[in-house]
C-alpha cells in the first residue's frame, strides 16, 4: 500500500508539472463568479477523463491510441490561444449601464467557458499522460487503483492552491492583468504545437503530403 501512495504520487507530480503554469494563468485572469470553482471542476474532470480513458484501454478495450491521434488534441490550446488573441475575453467592451440581470447572465456565461476551458486545456495538454496512465494503472489492483485515484484527487487540490498562490505574487498577478492577451496565446500555441511535434502529428501530416 506504501509503495502504491508513492509511486502514485510520482506519477502526478510528474505528469502535471504542464498544468502549474497554466492554472497559474487562469487563476490570475481578471475576476469572473465562481471563477475558483470552475477551474477546480475543470480540473478534476479534465484529468478523471484521461484517467478514465486510461482504465478503459488498460482493463477493457485493450486499444493504444496512436501518438499522431493523442498529438491532435494540440489543437485545442492552439485555437483557445488564436480565439483570445483575437477576442480576449469577449465581454470587455459591454456597456457599463447594463441591467443586473443582464450582468448576471453574462457572468454565468464567462464562468461555463471557464469550467469549458480548464477542461479542454487539461485533457490536451495531459494527452502525453496516458501513456504513463495506462502501464501504471494496468499493473494495480482495483484497491491499489481507488487509492492512487484518491491520492490524485489530493493532487489536484494542491496543484490548483499552489497555482492560486502563485498568480497572487503581486508582481506575477499584476503582469498577467496586464498583458494577459500577449501571455495566453504565447502560452498556449506554443503549448499545442508541442503537443503535436512531440506526437509526430507534423511527420504523419508530411508524409500525406510527400
Not at 35 to 41: A, E, N, S, T, V
Not at 78 to 96: P, R, T, V
Not at 137 to 150: E, P, Q, R, T, Y
Request: charged letters at 15%; a negative charge; hydrophobic letters at 50%.
Amino acid at each position: 500500500m506504501l509503495e502504491t501512495i508513492i509511486s502514485s504520487i510520482g506519477v502526478f507530480v510528474s505528469t502535471s508539472i504542464d498544468y502549474l503554469l497554466i492554472l497559474t494563468i487562469l487563476f490570475g485572469q481578471s475576476h469572473v463568479k465562481n471563477k475558483r470553482f470552475h477551474i477546480y471542476l475543470g480540473q478534476y474532470i479534465g484529468t478523471g477523463i484521461l484517467v478514465l480513458v486510461s482504465l478503459l484501454i488498460a482493463y477493457a478495450v485493450n486499444f493504444l491510441p496512436k501518438d499522431w491521434m493523442i498529438g491532435l488534441l494540440g489543437l485545442i490550446p492552439i485555437y483557445l490561444g488564436i480565439k483570445f488573441a483575437l477576442l480576449g475575453e469577449g465581454d470587455e467592451d459591454e456597456k457599463e449601464d447594463e441591467s443586473k440581470e443582464v450582468m448576471e447572465k453574462l457572468e454565468a456565461s464567462k464562468s461555463r467557458k471557464l469550467f469549458l476551458t480548464v477542461a479542454l486545456l487539461t485533457i490536451a495538454s495531459g494527452g502525453d499522460n496516458l501513456g504513463v496512465y495506462i502501464p501504471f494503472f494496468a499493473s494495480l489492483d482495483w484497491v491499489n487503483i481507488l487509492v492512487s485515484l484518491i491520492i490524485f484527487a489530493i493532487g489536484i487540490i494542491g496543484l490548483c492552491e499552489l497555482s492560486s498562490f502563485i498568480s497572487k505574487i503581486p508582481f506575477i498577478s499584476e503582469t498577467i492583468e496586464k498583458y494577459e492577451r500577449i501571455i495566453v496565446p504565447l502560452v498556449f500555441i506554443p503549448l499545442g504545437i508541442f503537443i503535436m511535434y512531440n506526437n509526430n502529428v507534423f511527420k504523419v501530416l508530411y508524409s500525406l503530403f510527400v
